[in-house]
């Protein structure tokens, strides 16, 4: 115990808050507080994702303009998952398909899949000596049809401003049943404007279209919003599995990192999305590209979780000043 406080959270520690009013209304909240300056907010309503990331009061993630939706609010329809896109720092996309809509052996699937719009099953925190540790479980079973599972841990580092997702997809069913994941990890203003940095630890960059194509001489220089911006991705393909993505703010002094396996989570995607208020940057691991379920399995590139099989993903994202 330390003897110059007198509860843990006048330093570090996990509160749970609800939302009150408009489209997030009643939506639980954890607002994780490591001590050294890293808070993070976790919505167990939407996945145990991460919708808001700060180092030192410096606002680190994109909250889009819809900001906090509740899963009521899902459209499964096409591509209207944007409308609630809460983005924050992290969406995760999945599990049954990853990117634009298609339709796959006789059936249709939504953009980005519906695992960002479910409630988790199962909510709780706890902590040790090292980490603070955010735990959830989402159900994504459907009744003849796929029975995928997908067992979360956020370990926060109470000695350093640092944090790991470990996530753990299940198939509880009884057939073969096709897997994608995309990590969208989305970085705002402050964090991002025209001067900063962006560095990616890969050997090839591949221009998803021929739009992202007249630029990729650019790929990593940032701009200013732009009115009319039509958003670039790349996908970038690394050399061994050692995974670094980075983004350096000079103007504040803070950078975050992004580390991850590029053997198993070997679709990284660069989202750079420069319009006025739309002014974003996605720094995305994943299984897959996100063009699709239909054109993953084409590409051979699709990824499958037999009966009773589970497969797990782990990523880190370390913040960082330099001065």
Avoid at 236 to 256: R, S
Avoid at 273 to 301: H, Q, T
């Amino acid at each position: 115990m330390n003897p110059y406080i007198g509860h843990d959270t006048q330093y570090y520690g996990v509160e749970e808050h609800r939302l009150v009013g408009g489209k997030g209304n009643g939506m639980r909240l954890f607002e994780v507080n490591n001590g050294r300056g890293l808070e993070l907010v976790v919505s167990p309503d939407r996945c145990g994702d991460i919708t808001r990331l700060k180092f030192k009061g410096i606002n680190l993630s994109y909250m889009s303009p819809c900001g906090y939706v509740a899963p009521s609010y899902y459209d499964r329809v096409d591509n209207h998952w944007l409308k609630s896109f809460t983005a924050g720092f992290l969406t995760t996309c999945g599990l049954e398909t990853v990117g634009t809509p298609s339709m796959d052996e006789g059936e249709n699937f939504p953009l980005h899949g519906s695992i960002a719009n479910q409630p988790c099953e199962i909510a709780y925190w706890t902590e040790d000596e090292e980490y603070l540790k955010v735990h959830t479980l989402v159900k994504d079973e459907v009744i003849f049809a796929r029975k995928l599972r997908l067992e979360r841990t956020i370990k926060v580092s109470k000695k350093v401003n640092e944090f790991q997702i470990c996530d753990n997809i299940i198939n509880t069913g009884d057939t073969t049943e096709p897997i994608e994941i995309l990590y969208h990890m989305n970085m705002g203003y402050p964090l991002l404007d025209e001067d900063s940095v962006i560095a990616i630890s890969a050997e090839k960059v591949v221009p998803r279209d021929e739009h992202a194509a007249e630029d990729i001489v650019n790929w990593m220089h940032m701009q200013k919003p732009t009115p009319g911006y039509k958003e670039r991705c790349y996908y970038h393909k690394f050399a061994d599995k050692n995974g670094v993505a980075e983004i350096y703010q000079p103007k504040c002094d803070v950078g975050l990192s992004i580390q991850f396996n590029a053997e198993e989570l070997d679709g990284f995607v660069e989202w750079k999305m420069m319009g006025i208020r739309d002014y974003v940057l996605g720094l995305e691991c994943g299984n897959c590209y996100p063009d699709g379920r239909k054109a993953m399995r084409e590409s051979g590139m699709l990824k499958f979780l037999a009966p009773g099989e589970s497969k797990c993903y782990t990523f880190k994202v370390n913040v960082f000043t330099k001065l």
